[in-house]
């Protein structure tokens, strides 16, 4: 494990609220939550933003976006915001590429992300914001609150420097899987679509996938269940030309918006009219002008995900089958394979006598009931394939990948899990992860090898602040969770937890126990190597207390007339009250080890 930093792991947060202590610029809107030298009359309050608005032409005024969130896109963009002001890239990663949450979106107090990260000089998570199509122009006030309240020259350099061009696509892996994996090699494609080439030099076949265009287009839904089903093979009308129908294909597939020549508008307006779809025309023609392209892309990715995660919960998660009796499997996924039209395997989840929860409505009156049975979900091999466990298991010499009839897939987990990972694999993301099914779900994730639903559950686990007491979970197992799944953030997050409230476990068997546990995770241990947990905690003690690795001895005690100590520091004492109690934690660490046969 690597030593803890402040990516890991945050630092203890900063001020709470309105970040006024790191402001250069005026005071404006926020005054009213605060006391003291800093309160405004209302009258002055709107005078002060007067003053700085008449800095801004009318033209960049329109730069301040502040949009109307629902209730779940607000608690999003507000952890985002928490994520940019605490310095944590983990989390602002994952609600960025996974929940797409808008990096330019601002607060109720005019906060960007960008702005936050700035002001608490957080550097990689500037970095990270700029490239992912955070702005910040000079000229605006957004612009000016963020570079001349940035909290190091570091910082504002950064942002007098950086070039929007440059910034990354964020098509996220849900994106790239689709667009590369399934339209780009034709992974898993189940039909054809066949467009006359207007050349003359025969036709145009575009290898498809019915549940992608069942999912995206109502009109494709419609027709493969109806005058299409069965078929491998669908011949377009000769008005159809290849070029268009490519260009609205890669919309759907969320790919590139290809700038088609203006001789094709009005084939363009045509197709989409006739396929139901002239939002799509629209923003093709929006493309051709190459203005506003990183926006476009990220409405196609929100649409996309959207359109899947309706498309899991209507034809996946609420078409779950409960069948009681094993003789019973074979009949029903017959029945799957006749009944619904875009399924190609069947996901099986086993129920135990103990199984007595569920997240579905589906399947929770059955699930409730009298133990065991089975559930099964039609599902698509080709979302299911990016576990790279399912991909292997669909690709190698498994019978799954090579059954005649409609495979059956085993989804080892609690049937509770069941919709939470369908809803990633379909979508990204997870709209809520309920606090008691997150650690299981980061054993389920790491068994599956789905890295970014594991981070997702692990976030969720280390929102409560380690200063608090864990709700339904041990601080025991969420370290054993974190050793056997490799999950630092845990790792760091129990660390930080047992030195918040060293004084409680030091007398606890059970720590004792684990800290013997991580002792011997180091084969072939030395007398000299130290133990992982240990310094862990001894690291988050410093933290605590504000003592500098490179100010204790080689005891790792703090000396009050020595390096670092109060006399040292010009206070003219000795011992300061936070050394005395922080050497008296490292001297208890020291005698349970001692009692343990161990040294670190």
């Excluded at 999003?76 to 602002?92: H, I, N, P, T």
């Excluded at 020595?562 to 660490?589: D, F, H, K, M, S």
Aim: aromatic share 8%; hydrophobic share 40%.
């Amino acid at each position: 494990m690597s030593t803890p930093n402040q990516w890991t792991d945050p630092p203890p947060a900063a001020p709470n609220g309105p970040l006024h202590a790191y402001m250069t610029l005026p005071r404006v809107e926020d005054e009213d939550n605060h006391d003291g030298d800093f309160a405004q009359s209302s009258e002055e309050k709107t005078a002060t933003k007067r003053s700085l608005m008449a800095r801004i032409t009318p033209g960049e005024q329109g730069v301040i976006k502040i949009k109307a969130l629902d209730k779940e896109g607000k608690r999003l963009f507000d952890d985002l915001c928490e994520a940019s002001r605490r310095g944590d890239l983990e989390a602002v990663d994952t609600l960025v590429t996974n929940y797409n949450v808008d990096v330019n979106q601002v607060d109720e107090f005019d906060y960007s992300p960008l702005i936050l990260a700035s002001l608490c000089g957080h550097v990689t998570i500037v970095t990270y914001l700029l490239e992912h199509g955070a702005r910040c122009d000079r000229d605006t006030f957004q612009g000016e609150r963020c570079i001349y309240g940035a909290l190091t020259d570091e910082i504002r350099g950064i942002l007098l420097k950086y070039d929007l061009s440059k910034a990354v696509d964020t098509s996220q892996p849900f994106a790239s899987h689709i667009t590369r994996e399934l339209l780009g090699k034709g992974v898993g494609s189940d039909v054809v679509f066949r467009a006359s080439a207007k050349s003359g030099d025969g036709n145009v076949d575009f290898e498809l996938h019915k549940f992608v265009l069942a999912a995206r287009s109502p009109y494709f839904k419609r027709n493969l269940e109806t005058r299409w089903r069965g078929k491998k093979l669908i011949k377009l009308a000769p008005i159809v030309h290849p070029l268009t129908f490519e260009a609205v294909i890669k919309v759907l597939y969320i790919g590139e918006l290809l700038s088609l020549p203006s001789e094709l508008d009005e084939n363009l307006r045509v197709v989409t009219k006739s396929l139901e779809m002239e939002e799509v025309g629209e923003m093709l023609m929006s493309g051709r002008e190459k203005k506003n392209l990183n926006d476009l892309r990220k409405e196609l990715v929100r649409k996309a995900q959207g359109d899947m995660g309706a498309w899991v919960r209507d034809q996946v998660i609420g078409k779950v089958r409960k069948i009681d009796r094993e003789e019973d499997i074979d009949n029903v996924v017959a029945q799957v394979r006749e009944e619904e039209v875009f399924a190609d395997v069947v996901l099986r989840v086993n129920l135990h006598d103990d199984d007595d929860d569920s997240s579905s409505e589906n399947e929770k009156e059955s699930v409730d009931g009298e133990g065991g049975g089975v559930l099964l979900y039609p599902a698509q091999k080709a979302m299911l394939a990016r576990s790279e466990y399912y991909q292997m298991m669909f690709s190698g010499p498994f019978s799954e990948s090579h059954s005649a009839t409609l495979p059956t897939v085993l989804l080892d987990v609690t049937p509770a899990l069941a919709p939470l990972i369908l809803e990633f694999i379909y979508t990204d993301r997870v709209a809520y992860i309920p606090p008691s099914h997150a650690l299981d779900l980061v054993f389920a994730a790491d068994m599956l090898l789905l890295d970014r639903l594991k981070s997702l559950a692990a976030i969720e686990i280390t929102k409560t602040p380690p200063e608090d007491p864990p709700e339904g979970v041990s601080m025991y197992d969420v370290l054993r969770a974190a050793w056997s799944t490799r999950t630092e953030r845990l790792e760091h997050h129990a660390a930080s937890h047992f030195a918040a409230h060293l004084d409680s476990y030091l007398t606890s068997p059970l720590f004792a126990s684990i800290v013997s546990e991580s002792a011997s995770r180091i084969s072939s241990r030395q007398e000299t190597d130290t133990i992982e947990l240990i310094d862990d905690i001894r690291y988050y003690l410093g933290l605590r207390y504000g003592i500098l690795n490179e100010l204790v001895d080689e005891r790792g005690r703090v000396q009050g007339d020595g390096p670092g100590g109060g006399v040292a520091l010009g206070w003219g004492v000795g011992e300061t009250e936070w050394e005395r109690e922080y050497n008296e934690r490292v001297v208890a660490i020291e005698e349970l080890l001692e009692g343990l046969g161990l040294e670190a």
